[in-house]
């Protein structure tokens, strides 16, 4: 491969240049568009079915991790703080990664297994706040929490970064009001980090404001994609014969 890349990438790069225009699911993955293909891109975030997403009447004593067991998520440095810090943690999934972290999760931890569609809705919605530890592109369950009023404490970087309103974001903290705050960051990837952003968020937990959270999370919705992509393609739509 080392001897071949070198032709790969320089087709790619070329097969790039003939794109009429690029869309990019994040603004995150558009600076990679631009910094290895040398193009700027249309940033159309992908859709979330909100219609799902509803605020419960109450709020359970547990954490939620989802999505699929695989190394790069790091639920290991999930249920490495709540171990430390005695929490209850739900994780929603299965994959290649189940076996090494049952063999890690203390006895605050439960495996949920695959959840259909209605139960991991259920178990969003009445979750005190999601637990994300992955370096996505975009990434769908922080939004999905959100679209459940409930908030997220998640790695700074990546697509989080634009799916989720934090005081402390690191370049337009002063720009999020606190009643729309939607959840906050830490900024590394280690059990410590994740453990001292759930005490920050326990400290300020009532602060938070389902509704608003939730009204946040309705910008993402399929109806706005739909109309963000229309509006896309309307200058390649045929005219009026």
Wanted: charged share 20%; with cysteine; aromatic share 12%.
């Amino acid at each position: 491969f080392a001897v071949a890349s070198p032709y790969v990438r320089n087709w790619d790069f070329v097969a790039a240049q003939r794109v009429t225009r690029f869309i990019a699911n994040s603004n995150y993955v558009a600076s990679r568009i631009s910094h290895y293909y040398g193009r700027q891109s249309s940033v159309i975030y992908p859709p979330i079915d909100t219609e799902f997403g509803h605020i419960a009447d109450t709020v359970e004593d547990y954490y939620l991790a989802a999505g699929r067991l695989v190394p790069y998520k790091k639920t290991e440095l999930i249920i490495q703080a709540c171990n430390r810090l005695g929490r209850r943690l739900r994780i929603s999934g299965t994959g290649p990664d189940m076996g090494r972290l049952r063999s890690i999760a203390g006895p605050t931890v439960e495996f949920m297994g695959a959840l259909n569609n209605q139960d991991l809705w259920q178990t969003y919605a009445h979750a005190r706040a999601l637990l994300f530890a992955a370096e996505e592109d975009f990434g769908m369950v922080p939004l999905e929490s959100q679209a459940c009023g409930r908030p997220v404490i998640a790695y700074g970087k990546g697509g989080a970064l634009e799916t989720v309103r934090a005081a402390n974001h690191p370049t337009h903290s002063n720009a999020v009001p606190p009643n729309e705050v939607t959840g906050l960051f830490f900024f590394e990837q280690t059990p410590e980090a994740v453990s001292e952003a759930i005490l920050a968020f326990e400290a300020a937990e009532a602060s938070y404001t389902p509704k608003n959270i939730q009204a946040h999370a309705r910008q993402f919705d399929i109806a706005h994609f739909m109309d963000r992509i229309r509006k896309f393609l309307a200058p390649w739509q045929p005219g009026p014969r």
